[in-house]
């Protein structure tokens, strides 16, 4: 009995942490304002969800967010952006050591699996929003 109702408390805790609040974000700018992203921060779960994406004040609707991290002194994320060319895979990627201040790159392979080469390279900065 005893076991039971630990194991209840420890299910109704988990249910409850990781339903914590996705309420704050990230807004994203590369230093040239050409790109900028939005993410929404979903507390005490390092997790991170793909609002908007924009290149040149353009949205990039079928932008979508590959693998993401909103660690304790890092945020990095790979974003899946469009291409033409079928088969051909482009990529942004961002490491914010400190959240704050970091690099993204655009890297392109012409086709999947295939060697990522790096097509641009620019200094990006991060603002956590409430």
């Known amino acids: 009995m005893k076991f039971l109702t630990s194991l209840i408390l420890f299910l109704v805790v988990a249910q409850s942490a990781y339903s914590m609040p996705c309420d704050t974000g990230y807004r994203c700018v590369s230093k040239s304002g050409k790109f900028k992203v939005e993410l929404q921060r979903c507390r005490y779960r390092n997790h991170i969800n793909l609002l908007?994406?924009?290149?040149?004040?353009?949205?990039?609707?079928?932008?979508t967010l590959n693998e993401g991290w909103d660690g304790e002194s890092t945020l990095a994320f790979e974003i899946n952006l469009p291409t033409m060319t079928p088969g051909a895979v482009k990529i942004l990627t961002a490491e914010l050591p400190g959240k704050n201040k970091g690099v993204m790159k655009i890297k392109y392979a012409a086709s999947e699996p295939g060697p990522l080469s790096t097509l641009f390279s620019e200094k990006m900065f991060c603002k956590i929003q409430d």
Not at 52 to 63: G, H, V
């Open 52 to 63: 908007s994406m924009s290149i040149n004040n353009t949205d990039i609707s079928s932008a």
